[in-house]
């Protein structure tokens, strides 16, 4: 079983992030089971808030919170801080949305690289440049992080996830922007030399 | 051909609705419920369910309500509701039972409140036990979606004509997005046909006059004496008592046509063959159980877990046997009877009294108002039942344990006293 | 565990405190919600009807802002401490004295693009 945890903040799309995960794990044959849920509440904009995603092949019966994931990917740099990365297993990644390089990342807050991996991805520029936000004109970076988790060591590849894009919203233009910035994001993120 | 689709609780009991062919919804919005009935009226608005009529209405009375008359009009309907609103209903729920209406509802529990929370936990369910509605409690998405349709069949069932209610967790299932096997409308139909109902008043050859004012003696009249209150509740009670069998025999006809069996319909155990301990629950708690004993097991304890599907009515034949072999049994209750205990383990004890097998039975009550509960909460829970299973001032113990309350961090201070 | 007089005496405590009584309203609940902010608004006082009227006349910000967060003065002030970014107060100036700006700073290094991990 695979857990990962989404940071972010309210109406920065962190739980449909989640969805669209888990559906691109379902349509890459390698997970068939899947569970995604917010952490719950009266959810308020620009609130903190935690996604949590289960993937696994074998059926989940799991229904806590994740105390510790295998990837913590953080959609505001602004919620980020020890209390994320205290909740990352040994091995484990953390994919952050930033300007900063990861080696940057990895002083600032002291992570130790034997244990994890820091990959960074400038969501909100790739927004901005392809001028995809929302009616407040706020970045959407929530779909483009799937991109770079496509990178990752999940049995996850891009078409998956891009397929799942236009599951959740189906053809259009706007869809056409998620998928390209998703594309954007594989490409422009930068991940740490220290492999593990 | 059947669709796979990753979707929330609240969406798959909308699928299986859908798959129903519902004819009358009618429901009031509350969290964690409401997606639910947008999905109907989504599904309503596309044309998706062209024969099916929504009705908006002001409050859950009236949504039980406007679902009771069109159930008495010889519909299929469904309504859904949590905690509050839920409450809200409850004199007209017994209306429905008592009128023995084929009327299956959801419940996406929610605690009651005060203090005021929108998170899970059973307490609402478990408070509209004894209104005369069967209920089942679900452990995944799919097990929603396939838990309506058995509801409706049973519910339909000539031999049952009694209401349902499908019980799973707020948030923890309603909110929870899982992969979801979606049947195809045709081998539903055949699972499920089209209602035939005990009562259809818009029938005016065969003239019925619904619960008028029924005195406690039997009504004497030339043209065949009417029953009172008291025979009524009888039938009902005994209805319950019987419907245990079509409720098993249901579940397995669906695992026929649909290869997928929830133990036998009433219970579900895993495990628990060779188990000493037992861990007894419904719903999230019990899916959070698995884990435990798969943990506990690798640590050389024999443990098992009874998952409790059928509810309402309590299968006390089936627990008498499923416990007929362990020897301490361990209850989880999302829930409080207050001033008694957990209304689960109150239950068991109830119906394990008169059996030849009496096990040990610990209770905790557990993650009140959606505290989030851990697998280290529950293993500490069977641990400590193990350990103190030979004390008799702990057996005799009338305080309820809670697992997982902070009283430190507001500075009561056990020390000081 | 077998049950004390201390258990005892702890849950009656417990039991008689009425614990509704430790609820009580908060300035910043939700603590320092000027931490959700990813774009900030900034005053140009050369546009501002109430700067350059020297009178409270528009504040059209202040009464927008549904986190009390702009201040009925000459010019008006944002509480940084708590404003989220919303942005409400630049959508309703009449005159777009308010400009909502990006809180972040510049890259400072370049690293490995568009590895795997």
């Not at chain 2, 209405?57 to 010889?74: D, K, L, P």
């Not at chain 2, 299968?315 to 301490?328: G, N, Q, V």
């Not at chain 2, 851990?374 to 344990?401: M, R, S």
Request: net charge negative; proline share 5%.
């Amino acid at each position: 079983m695979i857990e990962i945890i989404f940071w972010g903040r309210g109406g920065m799309g962190a739980v449909t992030a989640g969805k669209i995960l888990s559906d691109a794990a379902i349509l890459s044959e390698n997970y068939p089971h899947v569970s995604t849920f917010p952490s719950f509440g009266t959810e308020r904009r620009g609130a903190p808030i935690l996604a949590f995603c289960r993937i696994s092949d074998e059926p989940i019966w799991v229904r806590s919170h994740i105390q510790k994931a295998d990837y913590a990917i953080v959609l505001d740099e602004t919620v980020f801080g020890d209390n994320v990365i205290t909740r990352i297993k040994d091995g484990g990644a953390l994919i952050l949305n930033t300007f900063k390089c990861p080696e940057d990342i990895r002083k600032e807050y002291g992570i130790d690289p034997a244990k994890i991996t820091v990959v960074t991805a400038d969501l909100t520029q790739i927004a901005f440049d392809l001028n995809l936000t929302n009616q407040e004109n706020q970045p959407i970076v929530n779909t483009s992080v799937l991109g770079v988790l496509a990178q990752s060591s999940l049995k996850i590849n891009i078409g998956d996830a891009t397929q799942a894009i236009i599951n959740m919203f189906g053809e259009g233009q706007k869809t056409d922007l998620n998928i390209k910035a998703a594309e954007q994001a594989a490409k422009t993120a930068q991940v740490d030399e220290v492999k593990v | 051909m059947p669709e796979r689709k990753v979707i929330t609780g609240n969406h798959a009991a909308a699928y299986a609705c859908k798959s129903a062919g519902v004819e009358v919804v009618a429901a009031y919005p509350i969290t964690p419920q409401s997606p639910v009935v947008e999905k109907i009226s989504e599904f309503v608005e596309s044309g998706e369910l062209p024969n099916t009529q929504f009705v908006c209405v002001e409050s859950e009375q009236s949504a039980i309500s406007a679902v009771i008359a069109a159930s008495q009009m010889g519909c299929r309907v469904f309504t859904a509701s949590s905690a509050n609103g839920l409450a809200y209903m409850y004199e007209l729920l017994c209306w429905a039972a008592g009128s023995r209406l084929p009327i299956v509802m959801c419940i996406a529990t929610r605690a009651l409140g005060a203090p005021w929370s929108v998170w899970t936990d059973h307490q609402d369910a478990f408070s509209v036990r004894d209104v005369g509605f069967m209920q089942q409690f679900v452990e995944s998405n799919q097990e929603t979606y396939d838990t309506v349709l058995m509801s409706y069949r049973v519910a339909e069932d000539p031999r049952v004509y009694l209401p349902a209610f499908v019980s799973y967790d707020g948030y923890i299932l309603s909110h929870t997005t899982m992969s979801v096997q979606i049947e195809d409308d045709d081998k539903v139909r055949e699972f499920l046909p089209p209602l035939k109902h005990h009562l259809n008043l818009t029938d005016f050859d065969n003239v019925h006059s619904v619960n008028p004012v029924t005195p406690p003696g039997l009504t004497i009249r030339p043209e065949g004496n009417t029953p009172g209150y008291y025979e009524f509740r009888y039938s009902m009670q005994k209805a319950h008592e019987y419907s245990i069998e079509i409720v098993e025999e249901v579940a397995k006809e669906f695992g026929e046509k649909f290869g997928r069996y929830y133990g036998n319909g009433i219970y579900k155990s895993y495990q628990a063959d060779d188990a000493e301990v037992l861990i007894f629950a419904v719903a999230s708690v019990a899916s959070e159980s698995r884990g435990v004993v798969d943990t506990l097991r690798n640590e050389g304890l024999k443990v098992g877990l009874i998952s409790l599907k059928l509810y309402r009515p309590f299968p006390i034949e089936h627990l008498r046997k499923a416990f007929s072999k362990a020897k301490l049994v361990v209850v989880f209750d999302r829930d409080v009877g207050y001033g008694v205990e957990g209304i689960l383990c109150a239950e068991l004890k109830t119906a394990l009294y008169a059996a030849e097998n009496r096990p040990k039975i610990r209770g905790f009550v557990v993650g009140l108002g959606g505290r989030d509960i851990t697998a280290d909460q529950l293993i500490g829970g069977v641990k400590l039942a193990v350990q103190e299973q030979e004390i008799p001032e702990v057996e005799k113990n009338t305080h309820v344990e809670f697992i997982g309350v902070h009283l430190e961090e507001l500075g009561f201070k056990k020390e000081e006293f | 565990m077998v049950r004390t007089k201390q258990d005892d005496a702890f849950e009656k405590n417990v039991a008689r405190t009425i614990l509704a009584s430790m609820q009580t309203p908060a300035v910043g609940e939700a603590g320092n919600t000027g931490e959700w902010r990813t774009m900030r608004p900034i005053l140009h006082n050369d546009l501002c009807i109430v700067v350059k009227s020297g009178k409270p006349t528009c504040h059209l910000c202040w009464m927008y802002c549904p986190e009390i967060t702009v201040s009925r003065e000459i010019p008006p002030v944002f509480n940084y401490t708590y404003c989220k970014g919303c942005g409400i107060c630049a959508t309703e100036c009449p005159t777009k004295a308010i400009e909502m700006v990006p809180e972040k700073e510049a890259p400072s290094c370049e690293g490995n693009e568009g590895g795997e991990f």
